[in-house]
């Protein structure tokens, strides 16, 4: 049986953030009709069968993974990329995402960044960094000097990205950076610091953003 558009964007999708959930799939994918759960099953049975996606069972609801997908079913991963599924559906919801990219690759690891996410949001470019596990001091400073280097690099076209980090932790991030720092719990909540945070000094604006940093 050929694909459909709508088979071959699932797919995609699943390629792109390694691993799903089947609700979040019937969010993004069937949202429009009646029972979007109950048509994501037998959509993603069909495509379990005919070997074009993985599935494991070992979580409920069950977590589908594309077929160039090499994460293993047990990773530790599997929460990480997960929790960047629910930023993507986050942004996604708020609006004006332009752009979205899952763990993009600019510099051999020891000489730059490897941001979690690359988006394009009001016209805004942002680097995104899920935060679950908590860092040492040590470790954000070396994180953000990665980021430092990335931007010496010259590779990424100007204006360079904003870096967000999204945790549960609040971070000392007092440096002098050539790019602008955010922190939040959630991008919900960055976003709407956007709006009810007023400037304490002459605000910049940036790429359509009229950002304030605390």
């Known amino acids: 049986m050929p694909l459909s558009n709508r088979d071959k964007a699932i797919i995609r999708d699943l390629n792109k953030f390694r691993v799903m959930d089947r609700d979040s799939i019937a969010q ?16 993603l049975l069909r495509l379990l069968r005919d070997g074009q996606i993985q599935r494991s069972t070992a979580f409920v609801p069950y977590l589908y993974f594309g077929p160039e997908t090499q994460i293993k079913k047990n990773s530790q ?25 899952v763990e993009p690759k600019y510099l051999p690891k020891s000489k730059g960044a490897e941001p979690d996410i690359f988006a394009v949001y009001r016209n805004t470019p942002f680097f995104i960094e899920v935060q679950k596990t908590v860092y040492s001091e040590k470790q954000m400073n070396e994180k953000m000097g990665r980021y430092v280097e990335l931007y010496n690099s010259g590779v990424m076209a100007k204006p360079f990205p904003h870096v967000l980090i999204l945790s549960d932790q609040r971070y000392a991030i007092d440096g002098q950076y ?33 950002a304030v940093i605390q």
Request: charged share 20%; proline share 5%; glycine share 6%.
């Open 28 to 43: 993004l994918h069937f949202s429009g009709l009646k029972n979007p759960k109950y048509a994501a099953n037998n959509v």
């Open 77 to 101: 991963k599997i929460g990480h990329f997960l929790a960047i599924l629910e930023v993507y559906k986050e942004m996604r919801k708020l609006g004006r995402l332009e752009s979205f990219l």
């Open 178 to 210: 050539p790019f602008k720092v955010f922190q939040s719990d959630s991008f919900t909540k960055f976003n709407q610091s956007l709006t009810q945070t007023k400037p304490v000094s002459q605000p910049q604006q940036t790429g359509g953003i009229r």
